[in-house]
T-cell receptor, first 116, second 113 residues
Framework: AQSVTQLGSHVSVSEGALVLLRCNYS??????LFWYVQYPNQGLQLLLK??????LVKGINGFEAEFKKSETSFHLTKPSAHMSDAAEYFC??????????????FGAGTRLAVHP | EAQVTQNPRYLITVTGKKLTVTCSQN?????MSWYRQDPGLGLRQIYY???????DKGDVPEGYKVSRKEKRNFPLILESPSPNQTSLYFC????????????FGQGTRLTVV
């Protein structure tokens, strides 16, 4: 069975500071990993994903995440927070095996606040 | 423009009054899903569909029904809504296969009184 744990339901940073949102996963099969962002009153949109290949993945809006198999982690980072980054962020995992239905399993989410 | 469209965006209803939330996608995706989002619980899958006439239960299917008569549409039906179904609902679609991106609708905020 697969699961996702996001450490910290709320994270607050100053504008210009490093953003670090933590995600750990559990999977008995090779995982595909995703980060989604949800702005107020909107649906979720994909920030970045890891499937295969390079373990450091770059996404939109300056975000990146690193897949660390030994730590079963996929933490999201951004060097310098902007006010527009305030949103809720969801980590998700899916099975890498093709064939059949590959369910997306979401973490509980982390709400990021950015203050001046 | 590629999109998933849900309607309505907001709905207040009374216990027991049947309702349908519509979902339509224009990307010819095989997979479609319904999720509910509740504080502290993230997104939980209600039902999913792998293609026309192929649907299956997700993690929290009780009290919900779906149908997939056409590839683009995947309505969510609450036959007899109850207050514990008050939630934010999202429809999503994606291409078949592992690692594919899910595209989400704008959400439907449902309140059952």
């Amino acid at each position: 069975a697969q699961s996702v744990t996001q450490l910290g339901s709320h994270v607050s940073v100053s504008e210009g500071a490093l953003v670090l949102l933590r995600c750990n996963y559990s999977s008995s099969v090779p995982p595909y990993l995703f980060w989604y962002v949800q702005y107020p009153n909107q649906g979720l949109q994909l920030l970045l994903k890891y499937t295969t290949g390079a373990t450091l993945v770059k996404g939109i809006n300056g975000f990146e995440a690193e897949f660390k198999k030994s730590e079963t982690s996929f933490h999201l980072t951004k060097p310098s927070a902007h006010m527009s980054d305030a949103a809720e962020y969801f980590c998700a995992v899916s099975s890498a095996f093709s064939g059949g239905y590959n369910k997306l399993i979401f973490g509980a989410g982390t709400r990021l606040a950015v203050h001046p | 423009e590629a999109q998933v469209t849900q309607n309505p965006r907001y709905l207040i209803t009374v216990t027991g009054k049947k309702l349908t939330v519509t979902c339509s996608q224009n990307m010819n995706h095989e997979y479609m899903s319904w999720y509910r989002q509740d504080p502290g619980l993230g997104l939980r899958q209600i039902y999913y569909s792998m293609n026309v006439e192929v649907t299956d239960k997700g993690d929290v299917p009780e009290g919900y029904k779906v149908s997939r008569k056409e590839k683009r549409n995947f309505p969510l039906i609450l036959e007899s809504p109850s207050p514990n179904q008050t939630s934010l609902y999202f429809c999503a679609s994606r291409l078949q296969g592992a690692g594919t991106e899910a595209f989400f609708g704008q959400g439907t905020r449902l309140t059952v009184v």
